[in-house]
Structure formats: structure tokens, C-alpha cells
């Protein structure tokens, strides 16, 4: 398991959601008061006759978000808050890698563009071999998240850990990888936010499927920013001081099982139906709702119903 993860992680580093490059003949930015946000998506430049372009920022993102993840767990058990041992820790990273990328890749595929796009869901029947195709673009956060809560459940059935409090660790971790995912969007000029004047509007270049810059967008909202200081940030920063501030699981006074994996839930909804006001829809509509707005209304049913479910199974037991 530890040398698929390595390799998964040696993969990241070199695909990106999208071939991106620029070239020589590529449109002169426009000039302005308004800040041209156009950066290179690759940090290192591999030969030209080399299969792999070289390694880019967002494949970085997903390694940094890992690392962190594997960092605090360490960091948790060596606290006494978490009852794993180095190899248990190794096993649940690995799942919940795979659970992030698979699920994120299913998800895209399934609620954007099955489910948005003709022209996509014609594409993918007819080449269904697109859902391998990761540097083409597409990993949904809502599909990564039903990935992770599906490697939490497996890794449940393996260990002494129960759903519930692998669902509160699992809160803990995600949010640092959001941030730098969303930090990469912006670096990648991708999911900007839409059309405005404000002071701090930026201008993104316009990209072609083959990554060549076919133009540049008016003013929008740097919205990839608003998403990193608000899904990842303030997440992490909630989720940290919610997980530190109480005694360890299992002891007088912990927050009942559950319970954060449902709070962070409602508040990654909230903030990401807040961001949608800003953010250029990247599929058609339902109901007249962003695709991120409507499926974020069931992460805070969910939420709410799996924080009513802890504490009535708290309170039960403290009167059994």
C-alpha cells in the first residue's frame, strides 16, 4: 500500500486537471488598473523530449495536502488523540488518497458532466475511458468528499476506529488540502469568479482545450481566492481549534462522535454556497442554482441530521 501511494503522489506531481502551456504567439495581456493573473502551471519544466511536460502546481497541491494530512495524524497520535499506530496511519492515508482522487474524478464525470453537459456526456459514452483522462480537467470536491467518506467507512471495518470519529479526523484534514487546491485554481487561471469592478477584480487568461491562451477575460472576482480564505483557511482554522479545544475522544467533556464531521460539513456548504455568488458557473443550472450551490444544500441537510444523530447518541448514552 505505501509504494501505490508513493506512486499515486509521484503521478500528481506531474499531471494537472488540464494541459496547460503557453506559447510564443499567445495574445499580449491587456493593460489597465486591473491585475493580469497569467502564471506558468508549471514549476519545473522537463525537456522537451520527455512524455511528461514536467511537474506542475496543482499536481503539488494534491502532494502538499497529503503530506499535511500525514503530518497531522502524526502529530494527533503522538498527542494521545488518535489511536492509530504508524502503519494504521499509513493504511487510512492511503485510502483516503485514493478515496479523494477516484471520488473527486467519479464525481466530476457524474455531476457536471453527465448530468450538465450534452456535449460531454455524448463524449464520455462514446469513449468511456475518459474517466482516466485526469489531465483533461475535472475533480469535483463534492465527489472527493463522498470518496473520502467511503474510504472512512472501509477503514472502519479494519480497524478500532468508528465511522463517526473517523468522520471528525477526516474534517481535521481536509481542509488544508482545499486551501491549496484552491490556491492552485487561481495559479491555473481556472473557476474565476464572474464579471466586476471592484478594486481587487483581476483579469485571467482564456485558455483553449490544448492550453494555448486564446484571450483574456474582463475584470471578475478572483474567486479561487475568496474559496482558499473561506473552504480552506477558515475551515482549518475552525476545525483545529474545535478539535484541540476539547479533551481527547473518549474522555469527560470530548465532543460527542460525529459531531465535527457534521459541523464541518455545514460549514464547508455555507461557505461554498457563499463563493457561488462570486464564481462563474462552470455547468449549467438546476433549479436556477449553481451545480456547487444545489449539491452544497445537501451537505448541510446531511450535517445537521449527522450532528442531531450525536448528540441524542451521546445524550443516551450518559443516561444508560
Partial sequence: MRRLLIRVITLLAMLAPMSLSATTDAPTPPSGPYYVAQFDPILIH???SWPLPGIRWYGLAYVGGFLIASGLMWLYAKRGRLPLNADERSMLLSVLVLGVLVGGRI????????????ERRAEFIAHPWLIF???KGGMASHGGMI????AAWWFSHHSKMSFARLGD????????GLL??????????????????VRWAMIFPERLADGTIAGYTGPVHPSQLYEAATEGLFLMLYTQWRWWSRPPPGQPGALPAGQLGGEFLIGYA?????????REPDASLLFGLSR?????LFMILLGAAIIGWSIRRNLARKNS
Wanted: aromatic share 14%.
Fill in 46 to 48: 522537463f525537456p522537451a
Fill in 107 to 118: 464525481g466530476h464525470l457524474v455531476l457536471y458532466d453527465l448530468l450538465g453537459d450534452p
Fill in 133 to 135: 483522462e485526469v489531465w
Fill in 147 to 150: 470518496g473520502v467518506a467511503l
Fill in 169 to 176: 479526523l477526516a474534517a481535521t484534514l481536509a481542509p488544508p
Fill in 180 to 197: 491549496l487546491g484552491r490556491l492552485a485554481n487561481f495559479v491555473n487561471g481556472e473557476l474565476y469568479g464572474k464579471a466586476t469592478t
Fill in 270 to 278: 455555507g461557505v461554498r454556497i457563499f463563493c457561488e455568488l462570486f
Fill in 292 to 296: 456547487g450551490t444545489f449539491y452544497s
